[in-house]
């Protein structure tokens, strides 16, 4: 089973209240989530592989870590995932970038794959879903089957805000898959929103409505 890990830190806990806030507009809203996918970078990484590298220091000749060069990408979940590219992308900046392109249907709720686009060598690639919200975790779910039918096999999902629900059903699509978020919320409602969420985080990046 992936793991499932909450990542409050103190400045995460602080921003995401800031953009669950409702007077929060588009520019301050867009420019946070920003900031805590730099922050939820920092901790997602933590795993990746070091290898030894000699250096020399003004001192001595020594051998030290760096980063093993293991391939990533960062793949949102249009449109909202878009809002965490950048951040995530401040601190592991050669990732590349695929795009999947998923709707909500309005009346069943379910979503709907419009558009994919991966890089070549995705097989090989350390791959972030990142996508504010996991909600009923349908997108999640697709999203991630349609990269493993491409030969995607090794996953991290990022979001901002989970409800209960996403994580059990995203878990039991996908028990491969590690699953980290800023917050674990209460539960669904009958529209579909998180409670107490922070609305529609597309409409709310983008200053749509
Ligand atoms: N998608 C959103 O943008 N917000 C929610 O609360 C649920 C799904």
Redesign the pocket.
Known sequence: MGTFQVLDHPLIQHKLTIIRNRDTGTKVFREVVNEISTLMAYEVSRDMPLEDVEVTTPIVKTVKKQLAGKKVAIVPILR?GLGMVDGFLNLIPAAKVGHIGMY?DEETLQPVEYFVKMPADIDQRQIFVVD??L?TGGSAIMAIDALKQRGANNFKFMCL?AAPEGVKALQEAHPDVDIYTAALDDS?NED???VP???????RLFGTK
């Open positions: 909202a909500r504010p919200m909600a805000v669904l579909g929103y998180i969420g922070l609305g529609d985080a597309g409409d």
